[in-house]
């Protein structure tokens, strides 16, 4: 007696149920796999095994017909699935995807016959070269036969857990078709790919147009993906379909390819906005600006945490939180909201007033509760509630004392600018690149770690505005409204007005003089060579507000001093304003105190100095910003000059690149610290990048990510880069399927039992399906007209590592038989040498 017949199973244990959710190991990894799905709580189509020793060479053995009936009557009326269930099949190193022959909508009368054709398949000579390109014993046992109760689906597919391609943990990967799910495991017809980003938990990739499955539908066999890998300890790849609402598996077995380790777990709320900021920073902002304005927000804001009376520890232990009060995303600047919470957190008074201190963060939607309830002090009581009064009266007064103080905080704030940028400061244009390092530490130990003006007269301009238009509106009502609006825009010393002020008077001078406005428009500046007044008035103009120009605060804006085009096109402009609209006004008498407070002598009083105190304010805000501009514009020439200098001594392409490195960069490679000296190639990376950046659309004014910050690009970028789905004649993209880059002949075929490869090439398909094995053992690469993502093509072509394109449009009309083409299965680009 041979050892197969001594281990056989008795006749009344060849066919096995699957309701009981164990199996025996002579069934195979594809029964044994949904025997284990049924065991973990999963619902799986009924089904029964049949064991290959069921079959002799003309079919079912005699004697179990009766059985095979029996059995089928139990899963009920047909039709049914007749599967494979190989001893190797679906196993955790080796897939055998497609190697074996499944049959489906069997009726009953037919499923014997069924299960002998694919129990014969076991012995087809596509498996055994599918073995033999793995490395594996050529001669396999003949499979069990799983029977299968058919669902009638309305849609299925195929989902990974993990992505096959790039490796990821984190994304499940699904691919949909209408109804039954063969042709698109085949790769005979393409399905919509959809991406699921778990650690979101959002939608990171879907199809466009009319989608087969619904967002809730998606999310539903992603959910199933992640609990089948959870039952089975290792990253899978299912079958699955609807029939219905009702989700079912069909099967599931291990991915096989090499992937990156599973992320821990992460519970970090990352929430970032720019409802503010993009004010200041609009678009596009360069890494310079970028890494500036992240220091210079550190620094202001250590200072003003301290000037309200936080303590040097509590600021020291916070580091992390002044530092990281901005982000950038896809070349967007944020604000760290999170972080500006904590921040607001160790104020006075937080943890007595949190609910009025919030608002003080003045974004358009709230924080949520599961972020806020875990950051700060829990809300006072008892004793050390009249603590933190304490605290917050220590504030008061210290913010009394810098209000009384401010004309000479800022007077002094004003004397060392001018002493940093003043006309006795360094020649920028005659200094060599330390100089200018040490020129920029000087700006910033001077005027940015000593931010103290501006500060506190913001805060205090935010405070006095309120309050004084709390107190018009309670007393006076909408009169005092009114009266309040007016006395703040009526302010003529402020500086801001001051370049309207100028231009108008710019364009008064040249309406004087006739075809003036046109030599501005088409010779430039040098149309006022002859005009000294127009020329006087205008380098005066350049000399005082030369930083200014849109964007001024992003230091890679080009500026009015570079290019004074706009200013010329609005001389112009002003010059052709009739005379008479200068001179129109609206005629109604503005109200006044007098006239709001009659009869209340008191309070019009504590008003008036009040609403003036704060016009005061806002004054200054305004005059201080414009110093700022002076420093930014002061700090853009000091970086374009290094960047100048840096091109000279042939380290950057062009002066203006520095505006792609970050301002570490820049003083390490002067001062010595850079941690790489290849400025070109970090500047190259970031011009690809802002290039990238600058085809996608501006992200979301409000932006939340579960994890490290760095989940928020990630997501930006997956979710909404542009669909690229051809190219020119030279190149195309289609799917990528499998990494790596070959260059090679490309070889069409069209009919694997004709053609052949010789070793290296290309092939080139219209479609493929697992017969194509032994053509793909010559393979460098896989380029398929048919097929996504998850079809079987993809999945050998993985197995094998060799690189994959699919979807690939017309790729045989396209691409000449004997060409050499170039393959990136990464990203899906396939390019033509010599078209």
């Known amino acids: 007696m041979t050892t197969a017949a001594r281990h056989a199973p008795p006749a009344a244990e060849i066919i096995l149920s699957g309701q009981s959710g164990e199996m025996s190991p002579q069934a195979g990894g594809k029964a044994g796999a949904l025997a284990r799905l049924k065991r973990a709580g999963f619902n799986p189509p009924d089904f029964f095994v049949i064991l290959p020793h069921a079959f002799n060479a003309k079919g079912l053995k005699p004697g179990l017909r009766r059985k095979l009936d029996a059995h089928l009557a139990q899963l009920g009326a047909g039709p049914f699935a007749v599967r494979s269930s190989g001893a190797q099949e679906d196993g955790a190193e080796h897939s055998h995807a497609g190697q074996f022959l499944s049959l489906l909508n069997v009726e009953v009368k037919g499923v014997a016959k069924a299960a002998h054709r694919v129990w014969q398949s076991g012995h087809?000579?596509?498996?055994?070269?599918?073995?033999?390109?793995?490395?594996?014993?050529?001669?396999?046992?003949?499979?069990?036969?799983?029977?299968?109760?058919?669902?009638?689906?309305?849609?299925?597919?195929?989902?990974?857990?993990?992505?096959?391609?790039?490796?990821?943990?984190?994304?499940?990967?699904?691919?949909?078709?209408?109804?039954?799910?063969?042709?698109?495991?085949?790769?005979?017809?393409?399905?919509?790919?959809?991406?699921?980003?778990?650690?979101?938990?959002?939608?990171?990739?879907?199809?466009?147009?009319?989608?087969?499955?619904?967002?809730?539908?998606?999310?539903?066999?992603?959910?199933?993906?992640?609990?089948?890998?959870?039952?089975?300890?290792?990253p899978q790849d299912i079958e699955w379909a609807f029939d219905g609402n009702e989700l079912y598996i069909l099967q599931a077995r291990p991915i096989t390819t090499k992937l990156q380790a599973k992320p821990n777990d992460d519970e970090q709320t990352v929430i970032l906005d720019n409802?503010?900021?993009?004010?200041?920073?609009?678009?596009?902002?360069?890494?310079?600006?970028?890494?500036?304005?992240?220091?210079?927000?550190?620094?202001?804001?250590?200072?003003?945490?301290?000037?309200?009376?936080?303590?040097?520890?509590?600021?020291?232990?916070?580091?992390?939180?002044?530092?990281?009060?901005?982000?950038?995303?896809?070349?967007?600047?944020?604000?760290?909201?999170?972080?500006?919470?904590?921040?607001?957190?160790?104020?006075?008074?937080?943890?007595?007033?949190?609910?009025?201190?919030?608002t003080m963060m003045g974004v358009s939607e709230p924080l949520p509760d599961e972020v806020t309830s875990r950051i700060g002090p829990a809300p006072a009581g008892g004793f050390g509630r009249w603590l933190e009064y304490a605290r917050m009266g220590r504030a008061g007064f210290g913010l009394l004392v810098q209000a009384i103080r401010l004309p000479r905080t800022i007077d002094n704030f004003q004397q060392r600018l001018d002493a940093a940028i003043g006309p006795d400061s360094l020649d920028i244009a005659s200094a060599g690149a330390s100089e200018l390092a040490a020129e920029y530490r000087r700006i910033e130990a001077s005027l940015l770690d000593r931010w103290d003006a501006p500060i506190i007269n913001d805060f205090l301009c935010m405070m006095a505005f309120g309050a004084s238009r709390k107190v018009?509106?309670?007393?006076?009502?909408?009169?005092?409204?009114?009266?309040?609006?007016?006395?703040?825009?009526?302010?003529?010393?402020?500086?801001?007005?001051?370049?309207?002020?100028?231009?108008?008077?710019?364009?008064?001078?040249?309406?004087?003089?006739?075809?003036?406005?046109?030599?501005?428009?088409?010779?430039?500046?040098?149309?006022?060579?002859?005009?000294?007044?127009?020329?006087?008035?205008?380098?005066?103009?350049?000399?005082?507000?030369?930083?200014?120009?849109?964007?001024?605060?992003?230091?890679?804006?080009?500026?009015?001093?570079?290019?004074?085009?706009?200013?010329?096109?609005?001389?112009?402009?002003?010059?052709?304003?009739?005379?008479?609209?200068?001179?129109?006004r609206v005629t109604t008498t503005p109200l006044g105190f007098d006239t709001v407070a009659v009869g209340k002598p008191l309070r019009r009083f504590v008003a008036r100095g009040l609403v003036n105190w704060s016009k005061a304010r806002v004054r200054d805000r305004e005059n201080l910003r414009f110093e700022r501009t002076r420093i930014f514009g002061r700090a853009r020439k000091v970086f374009l000059a290094v960047g100048r200098e840096l091109?000279?001594?042939?380290?950057?392409?062009?002066?203006?690149?520095?505006?792609?490195?970050?301002?570490?960069?820049?003083?390490?490679?002067?001062?010595?610290?850079?941690?790489?000296?290849?400025?070109?190639?970090?500047?190259?990376?970031?011009?690809?990048?802002?290039?990238?950046?600058?085809?996608?659309?501006?992200?979301?004014?409000?932006?939340?990510?579960?994890?490290?910050?760095?989940?928020?690009?990630?997501?930006?970028?997956?979710?909404?880069?542009?669909?690229?789905?051809?190219?020119s004649e030279s190149e195309r993209t289609g799917t990528a399927c499998s990494a790596g880059v070959v260059t090679a002949k490309a070889r069409v075929v069209r009919d694997p039992s004709k053609q052949s490869l010789a070793q290296g090439d290309i092939l080139v398909a219209r479609h493929t399906d697992p017969g194509w094995i032994a053509v793909f053992s010559n393979a460098s690469a896989i380029v398929v007209e048919r097929g996504s993502l998850l079809s079987h093509s993809a999945i050998v072509a993985r197995e094998m590592g060799i690189p994959c394109v699919v979807a690939l449009k017309h790729a045989t009309q396209w691409i000449s038989d004997g060409e050499t083409i170039t393959v990136d299965g990464s990203t899906g680009k396939v390019t033509r040498l010599a078209p």
């Open 124 to 234: 087809a000579g596509s498996v055994n070269a599918y073995r033999k390109t793995r490395g594996l014993a050529e001669a396999e046992p003949a499979p069990a036969v799983v029977v299968q109760k058919m669902i009638d689906a309305t849609s299925a597919g195929v989902a990974f857990s993990a992505d096959p391609v790039s490796g990821s943990r984190n994304r499940v990967i699904i691919s949909a078709i209408e109804g039954l799910g063969d042709a698109l495991v085949s790769g005979e017809e393409d399905g919509e790919t959809w991406q699921i980003d778990i650690i979101q938990n959002s939608v990171a990739e879907r199809p466009g147009g009319e989608t087969v499955l619904s967002d809730e539908q998606a999310f539903a066999v992603a959910r199933l993906a992640q609990d089948v890998e959870a039952a089975f300890g290792v």
């Open 275 to 358: 409802s503010n900021i993009v004010e200041s920073y609009p678009g596009l902002v360069s890494p310079l600006t970028y890494s500036f304005a992240r220091y210079a927000y550190a620094r202001v804001y250590r200072s003003f945490v301290r000037m309200v009376g936080v303590g040097e520890d509590v600021i020291t232990s916070n580091a992390p939180v002044f530092d990281n009060m901005l982000s950038r995303i896809d070349g967007r600047v944020y604000y760290n909201l999170v972080n500006w919470y904590k921040a607001l957190a160790m104020l006075p008074g937080f943890s007595v007033n949190r609910a009025h201190m919030e």
């Open 472 to 584: 018009m509106e309670k007393w006076f009502g909408q009169n005092g409204l009114e009266l309040h609006n007016h006395v703040m825009i009526g302010q003529g010393d402020i500086i801001s007005a001051e370049p309207a002020r100028r231009i108008a008077e710019m364009g008064t001078m040249v309406a004087n003089v006739d075809g003036l406005a046109e030599k501005l428009e088409s010779d430039g500046a040098a149309a006022l060579a002859e005009h000294r007044a127009v020329k006087s008035a205008f380098d005066s103009y350049i000399e005082k507000f030369g930083d200014r120009c849109t964007e001024e605060l992003k230091l890679e804006s080009t500026t009015l001093d570079e290019n004074p085009g706009p200013l010329l096109a609005a001389i112009a402009a002003a010059s052709r304003r009739p005379a008479s609209a200068a001179d129109e």
């Open 647 to 727: 091109a000279s001594l042939g380290h950057l392409d062009d002066a203006r690149d520095v505006f792609l490195l970050t301002v570490e960069e820049v003083l390490g490679a002067v001062e010595g610290f850079a941690a790489s000296q290849d400025l070109r190639s970090i500047v190259a990376l970031r011009k690809a990048e802002t290039n990238q950046s600058a085809t996608r659309p501006d992200p979301d004014e409000r932006l939340v990510a579960r994890g490290a910050a760095i989940n928020v690009g990630s997501m930006l970028q997956s979710g909404r880069a542009p669909s690229d789905t051809g190219g």
